[in-house]
């Protein structure tokens, strides 16, 4: 359980057969296809984002640009506007990098702890709030949204940045836990025992046992939650306001403004430097955010 | 000596009583809390304030006279179903091509994942612009000569829940098939070499005997799946804002979020967030019913 089973170890089957029959052309020519299908919409995006304003209104969106030029990157990043704001992309990103660090951190930490507790310091009803948590995680947020609207202006911090923070922090506790959870399972309780023996505290055997030995874990957390929170369009617009905005809202209120003149390469080249950071994320953990999303996916 | 050793369990108990107050409080004060909230206060005459003012089932009698409203559940039983029929389809079709002992598998699952690290909002955008009948695919066949070519799903109402599905498959099959895969790969190498001994075409044996032993996988994808679909919001505000035509491609989501924050009408987005909570539970309970109910007998 504790291993995801996501281990993609080397392929299985039948025997290696001829390299050019038949079955292998029909296979790795569907493969080949699909890929053309997945990579398009990311060829287009570069590819647009790189042509100059005529370009884009002569020309076909697939092919790539004559002349290529920075210009649209450098505006979206710099000026485009979002109503009265023309100070481009560039206050999304920093919101969003204000929102994103504080999150997954204080989200990591927490849920961290909820799984070393529930694992090894099991007190009555844990495994009840425990369940009330997994079953939270399946909730529309829709139905939780207006609730935390009330509790954070009672805390006086609705609208800023430390009320989204809290809300990423609470939405992504089920999942996280759940993770940690299943990690610590694993780990041998003999050195749990061993240590308090020793006599180490609650947080002793959290920082000296625990925290050292689930470091793997700790970045499937970390991938998990970046991209989640980066990603987040909803909790964006409800808690907090134009100011803040983080960047996918910031992004969608620049290409789907209905003032002004279209200019898709801006928006391509915004929507681009939306998505980089997740897909650099992606591409740069490899197999460690297949384990991540698939821990979406494992029973308790 | 018994009193330390009591004192010290007590005190033992209360710091992981004290490191889990986060979890108890979003356990119960916000999710078990706010659920019961807001099923409460969607009985109510709510209007800019959450009021107690109960009115029985009137928000849900006139909920269910929007046509709005109706329009949205439409909408998301429609792309729901088709969504969830071709995301397992497809993914497991591809995870099938990938277990066939291929080359550069890293690659292509690279690829065929990489989408589903984009956000909603990214997703619509491009496709919004692929889709674009003047410079997108439309446009281009045109120019190729074939003038009354059209494919213009997003500006079409009969068409525009289609392009948001070519959207939403080329976000999520990915991380379906990776599902699939794992689950391929979770089936005994013996199960493969018994059916070879009697003969059994590979295809018959991935009906026969790979997908009824992959139940589980199949349901909690479904599951997972199911449950993103009845959120979706950010894909559709991308892509159409809910148009064209006004309404063409609501979804019950984008209901609750305008009555609860634009509209100032708090007890319609309650009743219709309370019958999101209550669709997800149609979904959910058969499935916790199986999952759960099964093991204690197994």
Known sequence: ?300 | MAETQARARWTRNISAKIAAIPMIATALVVFLGGTIWTVVYSFTNSKLLPKLKFVGFDQYERLWAASRWTISIENLLFYGVMSLVFTVVMGFVLAVLMDQKIRYEDTFRTIMLYPFALSFIVTGLVWQWILNPQFGIEGIVRSLGWTSFTFDPLNNPDTVLYGLLIAGLWQGTGFVMCLMLAGLRGIDEDIWKATRVDGIPTWKTYVVVIIPMMRAVFITTLVIVASGIIRLYDLVVAMTSGGPGGNASQVPAMYVYDYMFQAQNLGQGFAASTMMLLSVLIVLIPWAYLEFGGKKHG
């Open chain 1, 1 to 300: 359980m504790a291993d995801t089973s996501m281990t993609m170890s080397g392929p299985r089957g039948a025997k290696p057969r001829k390299v050019l029959s038949g079955r292998n052309i029909m296979l790795y020519g569907i493969l080949i296809v699909v890929c053309v299908y997945y990579l398009l919409p990311l060829w287009v995006m570069v590819m647009t984002s790189l042509k100059g304003m005529p370009e884009v209104r002569l020309g076909n969106i697939f092919a790539p640009p004559v002349e290529v030029t920075f210009q649209p990157w450098v505006k979206a990043w710099k000026e485009a506007c979002t109503g009265l704001n023309c100070d481009g992309l560039s206050r999304g990103f920093w919101n969003s990098v204000l929102i994103t660090v504080p999150s997954v951190v204080i989200s990591i930490i927490i849920a961290s702890v909820n799984g070393y507790a529930l694992i090894n310091w099991r007190f009555k009803g844990s495994d009840i709030f425990f369940t009330i948590l997994i079953f939270g995680s399946f909730i529309p947020y829709q139905i939780m949204l207006y609730p935390i609207v009330i509790l954070l202006r009672e805390m006086g911090i609705y609208g800023t940045l430390w009320g989204l923070i809290i809300v990423h922090t609470i939405f992504g506790m089920p999942i996280l836990t759940l993770l940690f959870r299943n990690y610590f399972s694993s780990i041998p309780e003999e050195l749990f025992k061993a240590a308090r023996v020793d006599g180490a505290g609650f947080w002793g055997i959290y920082l000296r046992i625990m925290l050292p030995m689930s470091l793997p874990i700790f970045v499937v957390a970390l991938i998990l939650q970046v991209t989640g929170i980066w990603n987040d369009f909803l909790f964006g617009v409800v808690f907090t306001k134009p100011d803040l905005y983080p960047m996918t809202v910031q992004l969608n209120n620049i290409v789907n403004s209905v003032q002004g003149v279209k200019e898709y390469n801006v928006n391509m080249a915004a929507t681009v430097l939306t998505g980089l950071v997740p897909l650099i994320v992606y591409f740069v953990s490899g197999k460690l955010f297949v384990r991540g999303i698939a821990a979406g996916a494992v029973k308790g």
